[in-house]
């Protein structure tokens, strides 16, 4: 089985401060990882994916998450944030061959001005 | 190319009743996979097909059915509505499931 953990229901932060979502998995199996975001009554928009490769992965809106295999972990973060990050993040895990993921509790990212 | 789309966008029904959700994959996208998510549970997994058939189901009363037709879309179904059924429900696609899922707007569905 597999379980996310997202370390932190709430994030506020000043605009154009650095941010950093945590999230911890577990699994018995082979993953794939991504971070997605939701905004008010809408869907998940995917982020950034891990599926191999660079443990470093960026997106094109300056987010960026680091893969640790060994602390099982695939944190985001964002060096300046901008009021349009506000909302929902979800860190997901993907059991590769299963159509399934696993969905963390989500983060309430609040930019503040 | 068309993303992910799920009709209707929202739905009030009465609770007793059944209801049907339909979602469209992305061109090309043959496993598609639904998820409820709500206030108290967060994102749970419904269900997955691929190919038509489900291969894989969460821990869901028998209420909740789906299936997939030839086309990729995919139709939910829950039956005997309860107020706890008042939720989002987001379809997702993905080329083969081992790749990415990318997901629909979802369909809000309250149950009174």
């Known amino acids: 089985a597999q379980s996310v953990t997202q370390l932190d229901s709430q994030v506020p932060v000043f605009e154009e401060a650095p941010v950093e979502l945590r999230c911890n998995y577990s699994?018995?199996?082979?993953?794939?990882l991504f971070w997605y975001v939701q905004y008010p009554n809408q869907g998940l928009q995917l982020l950034l994916k891990?599926?191999?490769?660079?443990?470093l992965v960026e997106s094109i809106n300056g987010f960026e998450a680091e893969f640790n295999k060994s602390q099982t972990s695939f944190h985001l973060r964002k060096p300046s944030v901008h009021i349009s990050d506000t909302a929902e993040y979800f860190c997901?895990?993907?059991?590769?061959?299963?159509?399934?993921?696993?969905f963390g509790d989500g983060t309430t990212l609040t930019v503040k001005p | 190319k068309a993303g992910v789309t799920q009709t209707p966008r929202y739905l009030i029904k009465t609770r007793g009743q059944q209801v049907t959700l339909s979602c469209s994959p992305i061109?090309?996208?043959?496993?598609v996979s639904w998820y409820q998510q709500t206030p108290g549970q967060g994102l749970q997994f419904l269900f997955e097909?691929?190919?038509?058939?489900?291969?894989n189901k969460g821990n869901f009363p028998g209420r909740f059915s789906g299936r997939q037709f030839s086309n990729s879309r995919s139709e939910m179904n829950v039956s005997t509505l309860e107020l706890g059924d008042s939720a989002l429900y987001l379809c997702?696609?993905?080329?083969?499931?081992?790749?990415?899922?990318?997901f629909g707007p979802g369909t809000r569905l309250t149950v009174l």
């Open positions: 699994s018995s199996v082979s993953v794939y």
């Open positions: 891990y599926l191999s490769g660079s443990t």
């Open positions: 061109s090309g996208h043959r496993s």
């Open positions: 997901a895990v993907l059991r590769t061959n299963a159509g399934k993921s696993t």
């Open positions: 997702a696609s993905s080329r083969t499931p081992s790749n990415e899922q990318f």
């Open positions: 097909y691929f190919s038509e058939t489900q291969r």
